[in-house]
């Protein structure tokens, strides 16, 4: 069954540094969205994206946050100056439409020292 | 009040038992309704998905969506110990209005089925 691919599945950085957050969607999928989940917390919505453009955003995807769909098949989330706070476990997922459910890959932990 | 509330347990049950799991909501707006799984150190796993109100099953899974209450459930017929999880419901209302289709979660309910 085909699924969603984020690697890598564990990234260590130091606070201020940038980091890429990459996933591969499921190949007949046409929307893609992040999310993140702070531990102990619910899974927030970070950004949805459609035709090589965002689509919505949430208020945590400020001005440190990009997303770039650099190919076809890659789906990539940067954060440009990192911070404490952004240690979190970040999820991609993919729907083949709007109102079609969205499927999850396995997340990478991010830890910002 | 919170828009998405899930008690988030633990629940432990012995095997063979139903499972009750349920999410209140605030929001008029949500029209679809998903439940997810999620195994430790792995990503939501779809379970359920329904749109608007009505019942569903699938297998030894049931969910059940009632608007007029804000209320939605899913039932786990003789659950076994690789249901042990946490399942987290999210919702999502339709396009017009910015939404999006983007999901907001519960919190996510531990359960454990002990054999």
């Known amino acids: 069954e085909p699924e969603v691919t984020q690697t890598p599945s564990h990234q260590v950085t130091q606070m201020g540094q940038e980091v890429i957050l990459r996933c591969v969607p499921i190949s007949n999928h046409l929307y893609f969205y992040w999310y993140r989940q702070i531990l102990g917390q619910k899974v927030e919505f970070l950004v949805s994206?459609?035709?090589?453009?965002?689509?919505?955003k949430s208020e945590i995807f400020d001005d440190q946050f990009s997303v770039e769909r650099p190919d076809g098949s890659n789906f990539t989330l940067k954060i440009r100056s990192t911070k404490l706070e952004d240690s979190a476990m970040y999820f991609c997922?993919?729907?083949?439409?709007?109102?079609?459910?969205?499927?999850f890959g396995d997340g990478t932990r991010l830890s910002i020292l | 009040q919170k828009e998405v509330e899930q008690d988030p347990g633990p629940l432990s049950v012995p095997e063979g038992a139903i499972v009750s799991l349920n999410c209140t909501y605030s929001?008029?707006?949500?029209?679809?309704f998903m439940w997810y799984r999620q195994y430790s150190r792995k990503g939501p796993e779809l379970l359920m998905y329904t749109y608007s109100s009505g019942n569903k099953e699938d297998g030894r899974f049931t969910a059940q969506v009632d608007k007029s209450s804000k209320y939605i459930s899913l039932f786990i017929r003789d659950s076994q110990p690789s249901d042990s999880a946490t399942y987290l419901c999210a919702m999502s209302a339709t396009g017009s209005g910015g939404s999006n289709y983007k999901l907001t979660f519960g919190k996510g309910t531990l359960l454990t089925v002990n054999p």
């Open positions: 929001n008029s707006a949500f029209q679809y």
């Open positions: 994206f459609y035709n090589n453009e965002i689509s919505e």
């Open positions: 997922a993919s729907s083949r439409a709007r109102a079609q459910p969205q499927h």
